[in-house]
């Protein structure tokens, strides 16, 4: 039996509404859906949801922790909400937010600007910091991975955007010869 999927999912400052197949949840910070698998049952009680699935199939087995965390996902986003932190690393690599907008110079010959998406928040504390918030897991962590891959950073000496979490194995530079 899945660990992760038989753990019943506790339910407090959101409301959890069920319609066949499709599960919304809504909370203080927005309102998230999703599809769940038609093989999968989905229990809500008035203060915890429980996934149960039909037989030990491999497909079975495998969509039960998935759809358990997915729920566990959205009630969190919902009523807490997600951030990703990054750190810009490099003379003259910056970020500065222009309305909606995020303009970052990377030390391309052109500026790069980023809209986000609808329901992701971009914050710039400091020309070198970016805080990506917002309800959906999925979406935070995606927008963050973009940014990141507008300049990843190199082994030499860690110029880019970083997680700020992120430790960046150096390597050694030329080492003078005879």
């Keep these: 039996m899945s660990r992760i999927g038989k753990k019943p999912i506790p339910i407090k ?18 309102e998230l859906s999703m599809q769940v698998h038609p093989n999968m049952k989905v229990e809500v009680t008035k203060d915890e949801i429980v996934v149960t699935r039909p037989d030990d199939s491999k497909e079975n087995r495998s969509l039960h922790g998935l759809t358990r965390a997915l729920l566990n996902n959205m009630v969190k986003g919902v009523s807490e909400g997600y951030t990703k932190s990054l750190d810009i690393v490099g003379v003259g690599y910056r970020a500065e937010a222009k309305g909606n907008a995020i303009l970052f110079n990377l030390g391309y010959s052109h500026p790069i600007y980023f809209m986000p998406p609808d329901g992701i928040k971009i914050e710039v504390p400091a020309p070198t910091q970016i805080k990506i918030s917002g309800n959906d897991k999925e979406l935070v962590g995606m927008i963050a991975a973009k940014i990141r891959s507008f300049k990843k950073p190199e082994p030499y000496k860690g110029k880019g955007v970083k997680y700020s979490n992120e430790k ?11």
């Design 13 to 30: 400052d959101v409301t959890v509404t069920k319609d066949n197949s499709n599960i919304k949840v809504k909370g203080k910070l927005g």
């Design 168 to 178: 960046i194995i150096r390597k050694a530079g030329k080492t003078a010869g005879k």
